[in-house]
Nanobody, 118 residues
Framework: QVQLVESGGGLVQAGGSLRLSCAVS????????MGWYRQAPGNERELVAT???????NYADSVKGRFTISRDNAKNTVYLQMNSLGPEDTAVYYC????????????WGRGTQVTVSS
């Protein structure tokens, strides 16, 4: 069974930084692209950043230059370094991972709350 567990969320003041981690567990994993998404109250879930297995990255315009996605393939872990946080970044952050098997299946974590106070 594949599980994704996020950590690193919390409360931070505007201008501060947080680093989110998402560890993927399971047997004989072959992980493709991984990503971070977020959902603020009353809003739809939106893409924050993605990273392929070869570490090609993609960012939402709203976070470019402030957030950095990275991954450690040996640890099956994806990270999101968030700098210059603002109240607009307040949301539940979810990670996902595309796991290769007979099919490619997308798995999601349960989310971690990030709250930025002004």
């Amino acid at each position: 069974q594949v599980q994704l567990v996020e950590s690193g969320g919390g409360l931070v003041q505007a201008g501060g930084s947080l680093r989110l981690s998402c560890a993927v567990s399971g047997s004989s994993l072959s992980i493709g692209a991984m990503g971070w998404y977020r959902q603020a109250p009353g809003n739809e879930r939106e893409l924050v950043a993605t990273i392929t297995s070869s570490r090609s990255t993609n960012y939402a315009d709203s976070v470019k230059g402030r957030f950095t996605i990275s991954r450690d393939n040996a640890k099956n872990t994806v990270y999101l370094q968030m700098n210059s946080l603002g109240p607009e970044d307040t949301a539940v952050y979810y990670c996902n991972a595309n796991v290769r098997g007979y099919y490619i299946t997308t798995y999601w974590g349960r989310g971690t709350q990030v709250t930025v106070s002004s």
